[in-house]
């Protein structure tokens, strides 16, 4: 079964620099979200989007930016890195019929981003 | 966000049945629990979710107290691919939005041992 795709897997910046992530949900899942994980912490939710409109916003900095498109796919933009920006950001996708609260959030495997 | 409080850590024999417990006091009633874990280096993984009944999946069953103050994951046979951070995470749907975002807590390291 497809499962959500999220490019690259590693990315290297120096600081002040700007990356872009990207993700693929699962076909026909219409919610997409964003977490980021720092070393040996929990991950922290940075913002979801619902039919590709912007659904609920977390400890999001404003530096960072992200946006759903026609096709579901997601990019999260992030500028002026900062040291502290490394970590591990996952992406999660889910069916958003219904109750999105009981709704599964299949994550990637995520993209490593070390900032230098 | 209604929090959610975990051992930091527990350990099991494989082979044995493991009980990973959860207390959610200021669960609202529209919340769900989910239970999610993550292997080193891997995005987290859905295991199992609850609203007021007991469930059961081929991964794993929820135990939820009458009160809903508290949950229990139970892992019938503990198996060295079981090891992982174990999250308790309970998820509102969102005035306006319905996003259902997930907040993650400490979380439970669970060690099987051969």
């Known amino acids: 079964a497809a499962g959500v795709i999220q490019s690259p897997r590693h990315l290297i910046k120096e600081k002040r620099e700007t990356a872009t992530l990207k993700c693929y949900p699962i076909?026909?899942?219409?919610?997409v979200y964003w977490y980021q994980q720092g070393p040996g912490q929990d991950p922290q939710f940075l913002i979801s989007?619902?039919?590709?409109?912007?659904?609920d916003k977390g400890s999001i900095p404003d530096r960072f930016s992200a946006q759903q498109f026609s096709d579901y796919h997601s990019e999260l933009n992030m500028s002026s890195l900062e040291l502290g920006d490394s970590a591990l950001y996952f992406c999660?996708?889910?069916?958003?019929?219904?109750?999105?609260?009981?709704?599964?959030?299949?994550f990637g495997a995520g993209t490593r981003l070390s900032v230098l | 966000d209604a929090k959610t409080t975990q051992p930091n850590s527990m350990e099991s024999n494989e082979e044995e049945p493991v009980h990973l417990p959860c207390n959610h006091s200021t669960i609202s009633g529209t919340d769900y629990i989910h239970w999610y874990r993550q292997l080193p280096s891997q995005g987290p993984e859905y295991v199992i979710h609850?609203?007021?009944s007991n469930v059961n999946n081929r991964m794993a069953s929820l135990a939820i107290a009458e009160d809903r103050k508290s949950s229990t994951l139970i892992l019938h046979r503990a198996t060295l691919r079981d090891a992982a951070v174990y999250y308790c995470i309970l998820r509102a749907p969102t005035i306006n939005t319905n996003a259902g975002k997930s907040t993650f807590g400490d979380g439970t390291t669970l060690t099987v041992k051969p």
């Open positions: 989007f619902y039919e590709k409109m912007q659904s």
């Open positions: 609850g609203l007021t």
């Open positions: 999660a996708s889910s069916l958003g019929r219904g109750s999105l609260a009981k709704n599964i959030q299949y």
């Open positions: 076909p026909r899942h219409d919610t």
